[in-house]
């Protein structure tokens, strides 16, 4: 089951502006992670947020969690058209070792 | 070079066959994972491995089947039961952070 909805679907800005993209999921979890994927590519992981944080940090990216509202945001700040990409969330469930994912935001960052 | 690697990169399976898709690892991770992801869509887990010679059925299991006789190779099965096996493969192994570190994929299609 996929536990992880992202929104919006598709995302379009201009290089240099921020992007904001959000996940809702639906049970409790241990964790959340934001993964990235290049078409036709694998995922590589972004950052990872324990349930017990707020807010956290890594270069160009920040990722708040809200566990009463059971939400999550990955911000994407100064982007570049190198972060034209998929960008998922995932949700490990307070039980069990699986992560489930989300269906993804599709960001293009134009020139 | 450390990593998941999966071969093929492209399959093609003819009605009434099986194929077996490979993926190993030398990351020394115990856990193993198999994901599907259809066009725009998320991943679905289909199996996954927390240990050798064990492995559970994920959200999307029927049609397939894996083994995992050695620590390093999770190998998976599209069976002839599996009437959709068009999809992008994808197999992933867990750190102990809870991680996940994916193979570049392999692309099905039908004959």
């Known amino acids: 089951s996929q536990q992880g909805e992202e929104d919006p679907q598709a995302l379009s800005i201009q290089e240099g502006e921020n992007a904001t993209m959000n996940c809702s999921y639906k049970?409790?979890?241990?964790?959340l992670q934001w993964y990235r994927q290049n078409s036709g590519r694998g995922l590589v992981h972004l950052i990872l947020?324990?349930?017990?944080?707020r807010e956290k940090h890594s270069g160009r990216l920040r990722v708040t969690l809200d566990t009463s509202k059971k939400s999550s945001s990955l911000l994407i700040t100064a982007s570049r058209a190198a972060d034209t990409a998929s960008y998922f969330c995932?949700?490990?469930?307070?039980?069990?070792?699986?992560?489930?994912f989300g269906a993804g935001t599709t960001v293009t960052v134009r020139a | 070079d450390g990593g998941i690697t999966q071969s093929p990169k492209y399959l093609f399976r003819k009605e009434g066959q099986n194929v077996t898709l490979s993926c190993e690892q030398n990351l020394n991770h115990d856990a193993m994972y198999w994901y599907r992801q259809d066009p725009g869509q998320g991943l679905r887990l289909i199996y996954y491995?927390?240990?050798?010679?064990?492995?559970q059925k994920g959200d999307i299991a029927e049609g397939y089947s894996v083994s995992r006789e050695k620590k390093e190779s999770f190998p998976l099965t599209v069976t002839s039961a599996q009437k959709n096996p068009t999809a992008f493969y994808l197999c992933?192994?867990?750190?102990?952070?809870?991680?996940?570190?994916f193979g570049s994929g392999t692309q099905l299609s039908v004959l």
């Open positions: 491995s927390q240990i050798v010679n064990d492995f």
């Open positions: 049970t409790s979890i241990n964790n």
């Open positions: 995932a949700t490990e469930g307070a039980n069990d070792y699986k992560l489930s």
């Open positions: 947020i324990r349930s017990n944080e």
């Open positions: 992933a192994s867990r750190s102990r952070p809870g991680i996940l570190f």
